[in-house]
């Protein structure tokens, strides 16, 4: 009897099987080919079959060998649950099946922490989905029409001063502007978060690129779109559609030598800028672009060598929020002469309020917008561990700065931002909603862009490859060959459809409340079935 | 639904004017109380018009706490009324034991408009905390030259009571906002009904405020006056008071707080700095529901205007001698039959119509 090896790896120690049907197989190599991990190679299989040579019925039982597909047991060549094989498949004889009894988590630290991409797979419970909206108008209040009324359904982005303190002046009974102030634009209240060129494979990020300019161009839905970090391509940035992006800068810095030399040939300023403080997916951890994707033209764009390009984990040389407040907004602002909105993006935190009030309370008054990212938001790369133990949910901490600012009279002044996690079930106009009435003025989506675009991935484990350069949707990998995998027009078809639902829903879900304009702070027009929700929230428990 | 109605006359009328004016629109205001504001009043207060003019409700105990506090904090009185009522059998209201209107002189050392002005206030939230706190009475307004009476039951049976159909010449005044309801969406209590008075300005609404939350987050940190929040209409009295009495912006602005232009518009007009600066700073002050808006500015002017999808009515007309706003034309009718309706206004979603001293009635669109 062979000796069985129990420390071996098995595929009943992965976390997908693949369910291979030999009868149905004619061995065309498709989903060999198409699987970008190797988790599937040909082999050799003997089998037992009752054959009949002759002219007349003469079965005979034989043993023969066949080529089969079979699974990698290698850790490292893992299926992915991706299901590119079944997709590609022409006779259905193969699909990958969920393993419950998984044991890879625990076998695959040997090289140190697991690495991948995606966002938290533990973390992912719908506090939005145990919120209804749930105050109607009726009778002496009517509901309006969602397809006959004015929607107003545009966020400010930038710093809002306190109607004290506008320089007005009157003249002939009538207000005028004495002088500048902070600027603020009335922007969508869904922005297409950073996903940087690198992140992205340069195709994918230029599909959402197109999208932006699409929707801002031909539907008139200001829509702002985040480089992310690692800069732009300078066609962009010299182009009138930078006007649409919102540059990042990280702690990496990258991406921003070209990004200032670009400066004298701008034709339009740039929709915002937002610095990078922290990311909801890994807070406390700086980005992480692993060597197999910086391909040439990453290189090119952040202007580095082929190597993985981690950022820190903070800004160098920040220490205190004040400070902050003094180099990089004062400079960032500085840069394009006070006319952009500078912003800021911090990971959620049990400490978040302290850091709004923080930036409320600066008296330079250039903090244009605070973005909040939850635990939820997703990522290219990232250690397991901190995907899926670090971080806060966004919603009640959205409601917590929101209501800080409430008691200080000072709600609006720097617009709110959430994020992480926004549609993660699809339905991000009712998500936007919700967090809108609780005092957000806008929502920032990420990982839903790329699942439009085609990303097979989810917070159930599936695929969350992002990190290996290998994904098999040509979105999150520089590899030439996979990125043909992914059509950027109808990619950006699927995202501009899915932006106009997405206001149609939001025309739909202001219509019974009775608003023509965004109920940010609306509290009263919601309802928790969850006790714990509604307490936490400020708003009616209903059952 | 609420009804509201509003007279302003060169000539003092009597309240009986303003209920005539109210009652035939009973369908829709359920005849559950009457308030009103009178301003710039004759009769038995003629000679007291620049002397503040304390209207509250109270108890026997209510009126010892107001007296000794007036007392400490030196207010002379000057003059009082207390009317007499007619105790009939079986009117319908919840009647106070004691109504007091007293004129004060103002202590010594308060001498600009503004101390005063501030002192006024302050003294009518004191008296508001102690009978609050002692659970002994009202305090509607001490204002100079305003007088304020609100009560709960049938609005003929409060006049009967109150003998306001007599007509007796005792209390008359040029301007009157009136108003016949119970608040209904929130608990029936004497300061949940309109019109809300606050330094000088006046006001009634005909609605729902769907912002209510956010107007009253937001006005809860702009000015100690304003509290309350009994109904959700409050929060036009106090937007108006914050636009023109704190920010000091002419009144065309008012409207361009409370209905903002939409973005569109906004940005095809050629002072859209100034408008859009206003809505992004006083997004929180914006209503977004069904209102029509009846209100007094303390120089005596009224205006009113409506939600920014016109879901509220109100019309407006008058003679040569009275000119008055009714949320339903009936009520004009009953009042001034012989006016020339044609030049009835009902003004529009973007419109504000104002009446001046003179009666001449000016309107413009935001
Ligand atoms: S599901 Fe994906 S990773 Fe698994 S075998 Fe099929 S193609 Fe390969
Ligand atoms: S399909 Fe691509 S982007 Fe989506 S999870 Fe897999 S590797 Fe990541």
């Known amino acids: ?543 | 639904m609420c009804r509201i109605g509003a007279v302003k006359s060169k000539v003092p009328i009597h309240p009986s004017k303003a209920l005539h004016l109210m009652l035939p629109q009973q369908e829709g205001h359920d005849n559950s109380g009457f308030a009103m504001v009178m301003q710039d009043l004759f009769g038995i207060f003629s000679g007291y018009k620049d002397k503040p003019l304390l209207s509250l409700a109270c108890t026997q105990q209510g009126a010892h706490l107001v007296e000794d506090y007036m007392d400490s904090h030196n207010f002379v009185q000057l003059a009082e009324w207390i009317p007499v009522p007619d105790k009939k059998p079986n009117l319908d209201i919840k009647a106070m034991p004691y109504y007091i209107f007293r004129n004060y002189d103002y202590p010594e050392h308060v001498d600009t408009k503004e101390a005063r002005e501030e002192l006024l206030l302050d003294t009518r939230l004191a008296l508001r905390k102690i009978l609050d706190d002692s659970g002994e009475g009202y305090v509607y307004s001490f204002w100079p030259d305003v007088l304020t009476l609100k009560e709960i039951g049938d609005p003929r049976d409060i006049a009967t009571y109150f003998r306001l159909w007599d007509d007796n010449g005792c209390l008359v005044a040029r301007n009157i906002i009136a108003q016949c309801r119970q608040n209904t969406n929130y608990d029936i209590v004497r300061y949940a009904a309109h019109p809300f008075f606050l330094q000088g300005y006046t006001l009634c609404a005909n609605g729902e405020n769907t912002f209510f939350t956010k107007n009253k987050e937001f006005q809860k940190s702009l000015h100690r006056g304003y509290i309350g929040y009994e109904s959700d209409s409050q929060n036009f009295l106090y937007t108006l008071h914050y636009v023109l009495h704190e920010l000091k912006w002419p009144i065309n602005y008012y409207k361009h707080v409370i209905t903002p232009l939409p973005f569109e518009e906004l940005e095809t007009r050629e002072d859209k700095d100034v408008l859009l600066a206003i809505r992004q700073s006083l997004a929180n002050l914006e209503i977004n529901g069904p209102n029509t808006i009846i209100a007094g500015l303390p120089d005596g002017r009224m205006m009113t205007c409506c939600d920014s999808k016109k879901l509220r009515p109100v019309v407006l007309g008058g003679d040569d001698e009275t000119v008055a706003i009714s949320s339903e034309v009936c009520g004009l009718n009953e009042i001034l039959p012989n006016r020339d309706t044609t030049k009835d206004i009902y003004p529009n979603e973007r419109e504000v119509v104002m009446i001046g001293n003179d009666l001449e009635v000016t309107r413009w669109k935001q």
């Open chain 1, 1 to 543: 009897m062979e000796a069985i090896k129990v420390q071996d790896i098995a595929v009943n120690d992965l976390p997908w099987r693949i369910e291979y049907d030999a009868s149905r197989c004619t061995r065309c190599g498709s989903c060999v080919a198409g699987c970008t991990f190797h988790a599937i190679e040909f082999g050799v299989r003997r089998q037992s079959m009752t054959v009949s040579k002759e002219n007349t019925p003469m079965p005979e039982h034989t043993q023969v060998a066949v080529t089969v597909v079979k699974q990698s047991s290698d850790l490292k060549n893992a299926c992915r649950g991706c299901g590119m094989c079944e997709r590609v498949c022409p006779n259905d004889a193969i699909r990958p099946v969920r393993n419950p009894d998984s044991r890879k988590t625990l076998l695959s630290r040997d090289n140190g922490p697991i690495k991948r991409g995606g966002r938290t797979n533990l973390n992912a419970q719908r506090t939005l989905d145990k919120i209804i909206v749930g105050r109607i108008s009726q009778m002496t209040d009517p509901s309006l029409d969602a397809a006959r009324h004015t929607f107003d359904i545009r966020a400010p982005f930038g710093r809002v001063l306190s109607a004290k303190e506008l320089p007005f002046t009157l003249s002939g009974g009538q207000l005028k502007m004495k002088k500048r102030v902070p600027p603020v634009k009335w922007i969508y209240p869904l922005i297409f978060s950073d996903m940087s060129i690198g992140a992205l494979s340069t195709r994918a990020w230029e599909a959402i690129a197109l999208a932006t300019a699409y929707l801002n161009e031909k539907c008139g839905l200001p829509v702002m779109m985040s480089s992310g970090e690692g800069g732009m391509p300078v066609k962009l940035l010299e182009s009138k559609y930078l006007k649409y992006f919102i540059i990042q800068i990280a702690s990496g810095h990258f991406g921003w030598n070209r990004i200032i030399k670009a400066m004298p040939h701008m034709v339009t300023d740039p929709g915002g800028v937002l610095i990078k403080i922290g990311q909801g997916a890994k807070p406390g951890d700086g980005g992480l672009l692993p060597a197999e994707k910086v391909a040439e033209h990453v290189q090119a764009i952040r202007g580095v060598p082929k190597a993985t390009l981690s950022s820190p984990p903070n800004h160098q040389g920040l220490y205190s929020i004040e400070e902050s407040v003094q180099k990089m907004h004062l400079s960032l602002n500085a840069a394009f002469g006070f006319r952009v909105p500078v912003a800021i993006k911090c990971a959620a935190s049990s400490t978040s309020v302290a850091v709004y009030n923080n930036l409320l309370r600066d008296p330079y008054k250039i903090c244009g917008g605070f973005f909040l990212d939850g635990i939820q938001g997703g990522t290219g790369a990232a250690n397991e561990v901190s995907l899926d133990h670090t971080g806060h949910p966004v919603v009640s901490k959205i409601r917590d700065c929101y209501l800080a600012a409430v008691k200080q009279g000072l709600q609006g002044q720097i617009p709110l931002f959430g994020g992480g996690g926004i549609g993660m079930t699809g339905n991000a106009a009712a998500d936007a909603f919700k967090m809108i009435c609780l005092g957000a003025n806008g929502v920032f989506v990420g990982k839903i862009l790329i699942q439009l675009l085609g990303c097979v991935g989810n917070e159930n484990g599936r695929c969350n490859a992002c990190n290996t350069g290998k994904c098999p949707t040509g979105i999150c990998t520089q590899d030439p060959r996979l990125v043909k995998r992914l059509d950027v027009d109808r990619g950006a078809q699927k995202i501009v459809d899915y932006v106009l639902t997405f206001d149609q829903e939001m025309r739909k879900l202001m219509a019974p409340i009775g608003n023509s304009s965004l109920p940010v702070g609306r509290s009263d027009a919601l309802v928790s079935t969850d006790k714990a929700i509604a307490d936490k929230l400020g708003i009616q428990y209903v059952c």
